[in-house]
């Protein structure tokens, strides 16, 4: 089976209120059970606010480090699963329900072996 890359992008700003947040977080639990009943799911992880990401490059032999995340904009990678798929849209159906779930944008890409 194929391996997806499901990216979740979120709005920048501070973290969403309780009364918010908990239902979503709760239909994600709900989500990713359902992925690993289905042998579909490989790992999950909620990502730290852009801020606190770490951009390293070399440039003519030398370390150039800067803070902050690689690109700006208004929204942000916040999270991402990997799943295995028997094909793309498999694939697209576990989006669907993520961005049900979620609220929000949910990129597709598969992942190169």
Request: glycine content about 8%; overall charge negative; charged content about 25%.
């Amino acid at each position: 089976m194929k391996q997806y890359l499901l990216s979740v992008y979120q709005p920048d700003g501070g973290r969403p209120p309780a009364e918010v947040l908990d239902p979503i977080m709760q239909g994600l639990q709900r989500l990713n059970d359902d992925l690993r009943a289905a042998g579909a799911w490989v790992f999950a992880a909620g990502l730290h606010a852009p801020e606190t990401a770490t951009v390293v490059r070399v440039r003519d032999g030398q370390d150039l480090v800067t803070d902050g995340p690689f690109t700006e904009g208004k929204e942000h990678l916040g999270g991402f699963t990997v799943i295995q798929a028997p094909d793309l849209d498999a694939a697209l159906r576990w989006a669907r329900r993520m961005a049900d779930v979620t609220t929000l944008p949910i990129e597709v890409r598969p992942i190169a072996s």
